[in-house]
């Protein structure tokens, strides 16, 4: 089991940036692919970014490209996404999420694949 816990989020103008992170407890950390999602108001939860567990491959949501970046610190089992020119569109809640991958370079974006959850952060990004 892992257990997730995300931080960070908050009220940002438009334009501005905002760094959350998710902290992962359990089970060895390192071998798990990670991901953020989000939840706008009325809309499903939608793929943001995902890390490979070796860190080295990333990818994004078309439209955070360029503006977002995924990282992680295996050694602090710690997950991050640095947000900039941030858009009232990006206004959510974001989840962290995790699944144990055998290989260390795989990314993915389905949301299906993603065995565990945290509870999400609030970004708010005021127009």
């Known amino acids: 089991q892992v257990q997730l816990v995300e931080s960070g989020g908050g009220l940002v103008q438009t334009g501005g940036s905002l760094r959350v992170s998710c902290a992962a407890s359990?089970?060895?950390?390192?071998?798990?692919?990670m991901a953020w999602f989000r939840q706008g108001p009325g809309k499903e939860r939608e793929f943001v970014a995902a890390?490979?567990?070796?860190?080295?491959?990333?990818y994004y949501l078309d439209s955070v490209t360029g503006r977002f970046t995924i990282s992680r610190d295996n050694a602090k089992n710690t997950v991050y996404l640095q947000m900039s020119s941030l858009k009232p569109e990006d206004t959510a809640l974001y989840y962290c999420?995790?699944?144990?991958?055998?290989?260390?370079?795989?990314?993915?974006?389905?949301?299906?694949?993603?065995?565990?959850w945290g509870q999400g952060t609030q970004v708010t990004v005021s127009s």
């Open positions: 999420a995790a699944f144990n991958s055998d290989n260390i370079h795989y990314v993915t974006r389905d949301i299906n694949r993603y065995d565990y």
């Open positions: 359990g089970r060895t950390f390192s071998t798990y692919a």
């Open positions: 890390i490979s567990w070796s860190g080295g491959r990333t």
